[in-house]
């Protein structure tokens, strides 16, 4: 056998482990439509590694470059391998960058929008709470009205006229507080409705 011919034996003899290494691991790694194609490929560089062994013992000299082909055709299978896996682990690299982009963006304006939902309640209750101060405010002074009005009646009956119409006019600032308090009720309605709808705009782009 000449220098080349033992030259290209060598090399075949090492490609083999290498294809048999890559054969255990298409067949562990689970998947099935690219392992079943990864199976078919090693069997045939396989093949064609024994089938170049044999030949390289029975060819002469000049045909012994023509077998380092198909040996450069298998080894270039193997780097496709491994670009393809490279090239898979960036794209879900990029995946995960995106998602975590897209994770910082949602807890940013959730927290904008919660921040305002927060100050708009605060400052609703604080409108409730001073309305329920004025009604109970009113309350009060017509009670106080009524008992003035009790224990004054035996002894001004000339003034009780007058303060029926003061309690009258108790009763008509009475309703006119209440109509204020429907017209701001409404108009903290109408201002919670456009807040909501401008939320959820923002949260839709």
């Not at 294809?19 to 689970?30: F, I, P, Y």
């Not at 006019?169 to 009720?185: E, P, T, Y």
């Amino acid at each position: 056998m000449t220098a080349d011919a033992a030259l290209l034996a060598i090399i075949v003899a090492f490609l083999l482990p290498l294809r048999l290494v890559s054969l255990g691991l298409s067949l562990a790694s689970g998947r099935h439509g690219t392992s079943s194609r990864r199976v078919r490929r090693s069997c045939a560089a396989l093949a064609v590694a024994a089938a170049l062994l044999a030949v390289i013992f029975a060819l002469p000299r000049d045909h012994v470059r023509e077998c380092a082909a198909p040996i450069a055709s298998v080894s270039s299978a193997g780097d496709d391998d491994g670009g393809f896996r490279e090239e898979l682990r960036l794209e879900v690299e990029q995946l995960k960058q995106q998602l975590a982009r897209l994770e910082s963006l949602w807890d940013s304006k959730s927290k904008a929008v919660d921040d305002k939902l927060d100050s708009l309640e605060e400052d609703n209750g604080r409108v409730m709470r001073a309305m329920a101060l004025d009604v109970q405010s009113l309350i009060n002074e017509r009670e106080n009205i009524k008992i003035q009005e009790s224990l004054c009646s035996s002894y001004f009956g000339n003034s009780i006229k007058e303060m029926e119409n003061e309690v009258q006019i108790l009763k008509d600032g009475s309703r006119k507080m209440n109509s204020d308090i429907s017209s701001v009720a409404k108009d903290t309605a109408e201002k919670v409705e456009v807040l909501h709808s401008a939320i959820e705009k923002i949260l839709r782009y």
